[in-house]
């Protein structure tokens, strides 16, 4: 909300299509009004009510009195050698965020942030260290894939929860923004195009697995077994492997897709092949696949690379054990934008 001097005005961005027909409504408009505003905005990224031309002047005029669409600022943009781009965006309370923009061959991924900071804590990951400031609002969430498809000579065609933040820990705000990316009034993208990503915040977990819709689901296991997770990701602590297997296999059977495996090679730590069997055996009988991502150096974490051989071998190890296994290239790592990476600063 801002203060326009008679009135506060109203921020229409992160309302999803029922909220915003029933606001329409509450300015004695039809319901359908909210409905094309709702299309202006997500589809058509119109941030003045004065573009709305299916929108009589009256109208207009009454909306622009009472309510306003807000957008974030871009402070920094930084292009990787790879393609890939990082935007640091600025909230309207002066905290930053990071949004990631990969283009491939075959498809587009945005990674989006869903809290400013972290309060997970994973003794590897960059924003973790930062500590955690607060939840994004779905409307944040949202504008990151807006600002960056306006800047995108391709379309976003993916979309992953896998920058600042743990979903699971802002569910509301993250499954509303999917239900508004989804909208075919919004950018209809499709829910299988939508991935949200976990270390396996076990309350959230069953709820979002309880109705996934056809949403992807990423458990980032980074350890096979409990007592060495536990000690990479702090809330392991109250979530057993156990645990996280049961809601992984009821996701495949909800949503009617694999579950996919986030696993974080980090030299020395777990990417031994007694560590692959010990995987192997966690993830037996569920239907998934697993990505195997290098670790990225963060300055001042004791952490370092995977050698390259073992990297291999671990993979190796695994296929055709398991489903699918595949090594994902990090992409951003010289923009600081690769996995784990994410740090919300301004740096001059
Ligand atoms: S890895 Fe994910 S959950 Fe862990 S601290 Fe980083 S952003 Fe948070």
Known sequence: MINSGKMEKIDLKGMDRAEMQEYAQSLGLQSFRGRQIFRWIYQEGVLDFSGMSDIG????????????????????????????TKFLFRLSDGNHIESVLIPEAQRVT????CQVGCPAGCLFCATGRMGFKR???AGEIVDQFLRVQRESKRRISNIVFMGM???????DNVLKACRILNDDYGPSLSQKKITISTVGILKGLKRFVSNPGKLGLAISLHAADDELRQRLIPPA???????????????????GRRASFEYLLLGGVNDSIADAKKLVKLIEGIP???????????EGLPFKKPDEEKVIKFRDYLYPRVYAAMIRESRGIDIQGACGQLAGQQKD
Request: net charge positive; charged share 30%.
């Open 110 to 113: 945005l990674c989006v942030s």
């Open 288 to 298: 998934c696949k697993i990505n195997l991502i290098r670790y990225n150096p963060v």
């Open 165 to 171: 933040g743990e979903p699971m820990l802002n569910l």
């Open 237 to 255: 602590k109250s979530t057993s492997l156990v645990d996280i297997m049961d809601e992984a296999k009821r996701y495949t059977k909800k949503a």
């Open 57 to 84: 002047k009256p109208i207009r005029e009454k909306l622009s009195e009472a309510a306003y669409i807000s957008e974030l600022a871009c402070d920094k943009k930084l292009v990787s050698s790879d393609g890939s």
């Open 135 to 137: 939840n994004l609002k």
